[in-house]
Nanobody, 117 residues
């Protein structure tokens, strides 16, 4: 069973930065497609950034140039560096792991990011 543990959320002022971290336990995370999603209350969960197994990356248009997803092989973690944060980035951010071999999907419990002055 794969468990995903997110950390790094919090309150930040507009223009500030935060780094989210996702540590998958019970998995060799390089075989998974790792991604960050976010969900605002009353809205659908949306893709923020995805790190594919061949290291190609996909970003939502709304975060391009501001967010960076990366692997930390030493810590077995997938990070999301967020800069120039805007109030509309406020949401619960979820880490997701997808294993193409059997279409298994795992979600973390989420971490809240609030961008407000």
């Amino acid at each position: 069973q794969v468990q995903l543990v997110e950390s790094g959320g919090g309150l930040v002022q507009p223009g500030g930065s935060l780094r989210l971290s996702c540590v998958p336990s019970g998995a060799i995370f390089r075989i998974y497609v790792m991604a960050w999603y976010r969900q605002d209350p009353g809205k659908e969960r949306e893709l923020v950034a995805r790190l594919n197994r061949d290291d190609t990356i996909d970003y939502a248009d709304s975060v391009k140039g501001r967010f960076t997803i990366s692997r930390d092989n030493a810590k077995n973690a997938v990070n999301l560096q967020m800069t120039n944060l805007k109030p509309e980035d406020t949401a619960v951010y979820y880490c997701r792991a997808y294993l193409p071999a059997n279409a298994a999907v795992y979600w973390g419990k989420g971490t809240l990011v609030t961008v407000s002055s």
